[in-house]
């Protein structure tokens, strides 16, 4: 008899990271046996005791998983420990300083000090983001990509002059960080990404710290892979279109028009399919690289009938003949379901080869979508070090993580 537990997970594995879940679940032992959630009905001092405990029991599972990482990443054949614990684990590009990044997220989250909520997902992908930061402030961050949506701004909002990401994004310019936006969005012109982007590109033209060369390190991808901008300060939209051939992986150089056709009228064609049996109030949108739904006036979907959507135009595509010859990604935005030619995973390469060839150690992605199906930036990880943030303001406090790592660490090397 399929029990009630197994029909869920069956249903809802393309929403969990099983990396952050076997984590939690480490961390879920200490917690039950050393919790004592009746100290709190006790003296001081046997509470300090409990939150000592804790803390060195959830330390030493970090430590754990630190060597199991380290191992994971020396293992050229793909047979790890942490492989078999964990089969759909990825591919690391540096060490993760877990036991640090613990001891610093449980200094402002207090995972150790609670007695009835266990570590959560959020503690632990937090604790992730803090350990990716540490070996890279070591290392040296050379490259920094954003998504756009629930990374910069709001969803369907604008980058304003007044977002706080702004100034911190300008201080890493000034350090010589290089600045990636690989964005969904999919213009054609650099007028939709200035309208996008305009606090942002203008405090950039108007920043007296920064050279005329450093202003040039950033550059906006756009449909995933399909469009590269540069700044360029005379020009009205401050971005000029870089040409293909100046910036294309030799991968891409291989894909044809007849291809790229035919691939989006499979997917426009499951799109419909979807709209018709779920009777979705939605309108399609056929781009030069791109095929879509968007709901109908004020209408919106639900997140269900976003998953479903997405899940079933993705499968129908891995299985025709032309989505196993070009690359794809099929998402949900939120409010609409996107297929784009290519993913973020080459337009993040892209942007490492139009630098200079920068290696994934040195490269940073920040993203909001990291679950297996239906998120644009979960590819990211195959190319790059990565960041899983839930907000805009989240990319703030990870930003000046970042700034408070490498102000500690210029005042030790001096």
């Not at 290696?359 to 993203?367: D, M, P, R, V, Y």
Request: glycine fraction near 6%; charge should be negative.
């Amino acid at each position: 008899m399929t029990t009630r537990y197994r029909v869920e997970y069956a249903l809802k594995t393309h929403r969990r990271d099983q990396f952050i879940e076997w984590i939690k679940g480490l961390l879920a032992v200490p917690f039950v046996l050393h919790s004592q959630p009746t100290t709190v009905f006790e003296d001081t001092e046997e509470d300090a005791a409990t939150v000592n405990t804790a803390v060195r029991r959830y330390g030493e599972i970090m430590l754990d998983v630190e060597a199991l990482i380290t191992d994971h990443l020396s293992n050229a054949s793909n047979r790890s420990k942490l492989k078999l614990l964990v089969p759909s684990v990825g591919k690391f590009f540096t060490p993760l300083a877990l036991h640090e990044a613990f001891l610093y997220q449980d200094s402002k989250r207090r995972i150790s000090s609670r007695r009835f909520v266990a570590p959560s997902f959020n503690d632990v992908r937090s604790i992730l983001n803090t350990a990716q930061l540490i070996p890279l402030v070591r290392g040296g961050l050379a490259l920094l990509t954003f998504d756009g949506d629930l990374t910069l701004y709001p969803d369907g909002s604008n980058l304003t002059e007044d977002n706080p990401v702004i100034p911190r994004i300008i201080n890493l310019m000034r350090l010589g960080v290089c600045i990636g936006i690989v964005t969904a969005a999919a213009y054609t012109s650099p007028t939709g990404y200035y309208q996008r982007l305009a606090g942002l590109l203008d405090a950039i033209y108007s920043d007296d710290g920064l050279s005329d060369m450093r202003k040039k390190n950033l550059i906006v991808m756009g449909g995933e892979t399909n469009y590269l901008f540069r700044f360029e300060s005379p020009s009205p939209s401050r971005l000029v279109e870089v040409p293909r051939g100046d910036w294309t992986l030799s991968e891409m150089r291989n894909w044809t028009e007849e291809d790229i056709d035919e691939l989006l009228t499979v997917a426009e064609g499951a799109l419909k399919d979807c709209v018709r049996n779920m009777h979705l109030k939605a309108r399609f949108l056929r781009k030069e690289r791109a095929a879509g739904i968007i709901p109908q006036g004020n209408s919106k979907f639900t997140r269900e009938q976003l998953e479903e959507t997405v899940l079933v135009t993705q499968k129908i595509l891995e299985t025709s003949e032309v989505g196993r010859r070009l690359p794809f990604c099929a998402f949900n935005g939120g409010n609409d379901v996107f297929v784009d030619i290519g993913d973020k995973a080459l337009g993040v390469l892209a942007c490492q080869q139009y630098f200079g060839g920068i290696a994934g150690s040195k490269t940073l992605h920040i993203g909001d979508q990291f679950l297996s199906a239906g998120s644009n930036d979960f590819k990211a990880r195959e190319v790059s070090t990565t960041c899983w943030i839930a907000s805009p303001e989240e990319t703030v406090q990870l930003l000046d993580e970042y700034s408070e790592f490498y102000a500690q660490r210029k005042e030790r090397i001096k």
